[in-house]
């Protein structure tokens, strides 16, 4: 069939190359985030109607420009941590506790006291929270994550749904769960589902809002359905970009099924991944029994996606973003162990040497959050850039 290739990215046009290469001197490994992206990703969301509220999942990069901007935008956040609630209300202090949920897994009993100490919107998604911390949770209102039976998502490790999975109530709990939180006052308002990460078809949320619908109307008390995050974005010039009007189509025939209830979502990829690029510097080029490879200073420490997902990275040569990319290179981390891989047979300028930078695309979604100091390298730097692009301010 035809393939519909995606837009030429933000980092080709001249004066971000130049802006990039110059930030790149400052020192790299480097992230850097291009906020009009992101500017642009919220508005795509907003547009859909059908959806009442939209939270952004911090997870995936919390960086305070970029809270700060979605939260302009409309959006409220979602926090999994007391660490992503302490950098949420001290970067935007104004957002009211109302528009923060807590949504954790296995969270300690200090971190949900935090949390309702708070007055944010925390979510359970076991009955044993309430068996052992039923002094904690009594007279609350809160909200319910169930298991819908199975996961989706890009990779295995990021399905959150099914027998095998960590999250969620299973259904044949409900009950359960249901007459321990009457025994204890508590008021369940809202009901979430979050199947996975990297989603690719669009009716997926209708099909779970239309579950939780039902759900919801067997509970009595709900107000909000959360239909969680998991929109993909295209990593590859085969993917196809979303169909964000399927999606909105599918949810307003929801909207019009389960009138009484709140629609809400809480993506974080679809609206970062786009704005970040990852600057890292060719240390070595050097060929073995056949195989050249290309390593540079950002590693698996730097971005552990393509290790850990086998995820998809494009990745160029920014110095020679004008050559003919027509030499094979296995492009790799400064990293000591074999999973230190970006990528194998990635095509880049034949003339590819030390000092060169190399950007790796669509980086800004679970990169720098999932960074870490193995070896002792230093976690990546992260720059912002603005509208004008003259107005780069560091972190
Ligand atoms: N809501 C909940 C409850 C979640 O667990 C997640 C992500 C989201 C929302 C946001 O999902 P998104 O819209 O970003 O797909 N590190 C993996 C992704 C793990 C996602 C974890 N939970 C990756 O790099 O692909």
Redesign the pocket.
């Known amino acids: 069939g035809s393939i519909r290739r995606r837009s030429t990215p933000w980092w080709h046009g001249r004066r971000e190359r130049e802006r990039l290469l110059s930030l790149a001197q400052a020192g790299t490994p480097r992230y850097v985030y291009r906020l009009p992206t992101v500017r642009a990703r919220a508005r795509a969301l907003a547009a859909i109607t059908a959806i009442d509220q939209r939270f952004y999942?911090i997870?995936?990069n919390s960086h305070p420009a970029i809270l700060r901007t979605l939260v302009e935008e409309g959006f409220g956040l979602?926090c999994?941590s007391q660490g992503e609630l302490q950098r949420v209300m001290a970067t935007v202090p104004s957002l009211p506790h109302t528009k923060i949920l807590f949504?954790p897994s296995f969270a300690p009993r200090s971190e949900y006291a935090f949390a309702l100490e708070q007055g944010v919107i925390v979510t359970l998604d076991n009955v044993e929270a309430l068996q052992n911390w039923g002094d904690l949770f009594r007279g609350k209102q809160l909200w319910l994550?169930v298991d819908l039976g199975r996961g989706d998502?890009?990779?295995d490790k990021?399905k959150?749904g099914g027998k095998t999975s960590k999250?969620g109530l299973p259904l044949v709990r409900l009950d359960e769960f249901l007459a321990l939180a009457r025994s204890l006052d508590i008021t369940v308002i809202g009901l979430?589902a979050?199947l996975?990460?990297?989603v690719e078809t669009p009716q997926h949320w209708k099909q779970v809002s239309d579950e939780l619908g039902g759900i919801a109307d067997q509970i009595g008390t709900i107000e909000s359905i959360d239909i969680?995050?998991?929109?993909p974005i295209p990593y590859t010039a085969e993917d196809e970009p979303f169909d964000l009007d399927a999606w909105g189509a599918g949810l307003a025939e929801i909207k019009t099924a389960y009138p009484a209830y709140k629609l809400i979502i809480?993506?974080?990829?679809?609206l970062v991944a786009e704005s970040g690029v990852l600057l890292s510097r060719v240390n070595q080029v050097v060929e073995k029994q056949g195989v050249r490879r290309v390593g540079g200073d950002a590693g698996m420490h730097t971005l552990i996606?393509p290790a850990?997902?086998d995820?998809w990275h494009d990745v160029a040569n920014l110095s020679r973003l004008d050559d003919v990319a027509e030499e094979n290179f296995d492009v790799v981390g400064p990293i000591c162990e074999s999973s230190d891989v970006f990528g194998k047979h990635r095509r880049l300028p034949a003339a590819t040497r030390e000092g060169d930078v190399l950007v790796f695309a669509d980086a800004g979604?679970?990169g720098y959050s999932?960074a870490s100091t193995y070896n002792l390298r230093d976690l990546p730097a992260e720059e912002i850039l603005e509208e004008g692009l003259d107005d780069v301010a560091a972190h």
């Not at 969680?228 to 929109?231: E, R, V």
């Not at 809480?266 to 679809?270: K, M, S």
């Open positions: 999942a997870k995936a979602e999994v949504t994550r998502g890009h990779h990021v959150t999250f979430h979050h996975g990460s990297g969680g995050g998991g929109l809480e993506p974080g990829r679809y996606r850990l997902y995820a979604a679970y999932m």
